[in-house]
């Protein structure tokens, strides 16, 4: 096997391996209709564009002889013009009230672990070997993994992990956790100069350990967050649960006004440590490293000149009814009774088949009309004449200037940008988050947004796509627009290491 994302894995076989599926070669028509749903229900909006325009320029052309006219006209006509005018006000009113709220990320903060915590290959396979839990064909299949994972010398791993025997216990899980988190809102809080009794929504995401009381009033203990805060914990939900919390709290922030909404994003790794034998279950050993981020989202308007980005869309995918899907990301005991994930050997297909689902249906959101047209007129042409067809592959870099994929394994990355026709620049940030920090599960997508970031490429008007998928089994996306040339932020992940990057990557 071979690792690929975080629940993800290329399965080796004597007839060879089985790779990502060329999800744009085919498409379920439903995920199209839904997509188009979307477009049609901002139609409105579009329509009003035009319509305003023939109506100025029409009122601009009207003498002083054609209002006095009009006014004559409305004086014989007063209850009618009253009537009118408070359906207007009415109107407006509830345009007002009801539209979607701006949603503004102000910034964020990824978690940088100390440099004592760093685990180069050696460190790795010597302390897996003294744990002595380990047979020789597991350490050696470990050996391979990490030399084709795309992970570098310098990823993290809690210190528990680094005693010997490891320290598993609830508290050295609680003292990871409590390091990741506060780490990251401590910066945030510095960055922002919020006070954290303003936070109004916090969402804490983290899928394999959920200690009682919650991470989330952990949270709300350490910084005295204020007793109305509207808290959600969500656990479970894999790698692509950053973009879900970014979604919930984008839903929230519709319904709270003047407020502001902390997302944060980690996994814990001290007691999900695998202490067995069997392959499938030992390449989270092999991928997953210590990480986390926290982001302050606003609705408010007078925070839109300060914030980084603006949200664009949101688009969640869920393949859980189907029953291959579900079981393909699995937690669960071994015959001798170490916990630990499984991954089936369908989970690169049903993983492709999540993400054309969900490009299916933001590709209508996000594409120039031109690119629409020329899909969907194939489409239907393969549907109804010539079902060999070769359909039609939108360009989705027209619709984005950036791409943050989850940085959960190599042959992942290598799939994607293959399958969407990228540019090694397009990868290069998901590379090389891999490469740095390794898989740092929901958190992923944000250490390479701030790769972009430090690179200084974030241009005012660009448009950035964050992709993940995890289990479930769940393939999420979130679009932001850059609101002005983006600096990075202070005590960036990449501030000390920028320059040494991208390296050169050997497989």
């Known amino acids: 096997m071979e690792p690929v994302n975080g629940g993800s894995v290329q399965i080796q076989s004597e007839n060879g391996s089985r790779k990502l599926p060329n999800f744009l070669q085919s498409v379920n028509m439903k995920y199209v209709k839904l997509g188009y749903h979307y477009l049609i229900t901002h139609l409105l909006k579009l329509c009003l564009v035009p319509l305003m325009a023939v109506l100025i320029t029409e009122i601009s052309r009207l003498t002083p002889d054609d209002f006095h006219q009009i006014w004559l006209h409305l004086q014989y006509n007063l209850v009618a013009f009253i009537l009118l005018s408070a359906l207007a006000v009415f109107g407006s009113t509830v345009y007002i009230m009801t539209r979607p709220r701006s949603v503004y990320l102000v910034d964020y903060s990824c978690y940088l672990p100390q440099e004592s915590l ?3 290959y050696k460190k790795f396979m010597d302390h897996s070997a003294l744990i002595e839990a380990f047979n020789d064909s597991s350490l050696e299949f470990q050996r391979k993994i990490l030399e084709r994972s795309g992970l570098g010398e310098e990823t993290y791993l809690p210190e528990g992990l680094h005693c010997v025997p490891p320290r598993t216990t609830m508290a050295a899980a609680r003292e990871e956790a409590e390091q990741v988190m506060f780490g990251c809102l401590d910066k945030l809080f510095e960055n922002t100069k919020i006070n954290p009794r303003d936070i109004g929504v916090l969402v804490v995401n983290c899928s394999l350990f959920n200690p009682t009381p919650s991470l989330s009033a952990m949270i709300v203990n350490k910084y005295k967050l204020r007793g109305n805060v509207k808290s959600f914990n969500l656990g479970g939900m894999g790698c692509s649960a950053g973009v879900i919390s970014i979604d919930l709290a984008k839903d929230m922030l ?3 006004r003047n407020t502001y909404a902390v997302v944060v994003s980690t996994e814990n790794i001290t007691q999900n440590w695998y202490f067995g034998n069997k392959k499938a279950m030992l390449i989270p050993n092999c991928l997953f490293r210590v990480g986390g981020t926290a982001v302050l989202l606003s609705n408010k308007a007078s925070d839109r000149r300060r914030s980084k980005y603006k949200m664009v869309h949101t688009v969640r995918t869920h393949k859980g009814a189907n029953e291959k899907a579900f079981n393909c990301v699995y937690q669960e005991q071994d015959d001798n009774g170490q916990t630990g994930v499984s991954l089936s050997k369908d989970l690169m297909a049903i993983a492709g088949e999540a993400l054309k689902a969900n490009i299916t249906t933001l590709g209508p959101l996000v594409l120039p009309i031109s690119e629409q047209i020329l899909f969907f007129v194939t489409l239907v042409w393969k549907k109804l004449f010539n079902a060999k ?3 039609y592959i939108p360009d989705f870099k027209l619709a984005f200037d950036h791409f943050c994929i989850h940085a959960g394994g190599r042959a992942v990355i290598d799939e994607l940008e293959k399958n969407l026709q990228l540019s090694q620049t397009h990868v290069e940030a998901s590379r090389m988050t891999l490469h740095r920090f390794g898989n740092t599960s929901s958190s992923s ?18 448009r950035v796509w964050q992709i993940a998928f995890g289990s479930g089994f769940k393939c999420n996306s979130a679009v932001w627009v850059a609101l002005h040339n983006v600096k990075p932020s202070v005590s960036s992940p990449w501030e000390h ?3 040494r990057y991208p390296v050169k990557l050997d497989f």
């Open 389 to 391: 067809m070769k359909p």
């Open 497 to 499: 290491c920028i320059d």
């Open 254 to 256: 519709q319904v709270h």
């Open 118 to 120: 760093q685990v180069p």
């Open 445 to 462: 997508i944000w250490y390479e947004l701030a790769y972009i970031e430090a690179k200084g490429r974030m241009k005012k008007g660009n």
